[in-house]
């Protein structure tokens, strides 16, 4: 399956360390959060928790729809990923593809 134009923009951002992934990592973030990307098998109370959160960074939070955001990251039981750098979170908003759809809007 070939990877998506987003898709590799994700994993530069995780080897630039510029990704923080999972829910936890992500909700002691201070700041400096520019997109949310939610994976869509997370459960209800996982989006709501995402919905919060993109309200507090006032950021846009994007969701997942054809893979899943574990195999895009390489992490396992990723739910939730925050990026950290606000040029790779408007290349990823300018080239997502039908497997990305932004849930809110946000600053970026």
Known sequence: MQRSKADAYVGLCRKAGKLTCGFNAVEVQ???VYLLLLCHTASENAKKSAIK?????????????????????GKPNCKLAAVKEENLAKAILSSADENYRLYSGGNV
């Open 30 to 32: 201070r700041g400096g």
């Open 53 to 73: 959160l993109s309200e507090r960074f006032g950021c846009g939070l994007m969701i997942l729809e054809g893979s899943t955001l574990e195999e895009v990251t």
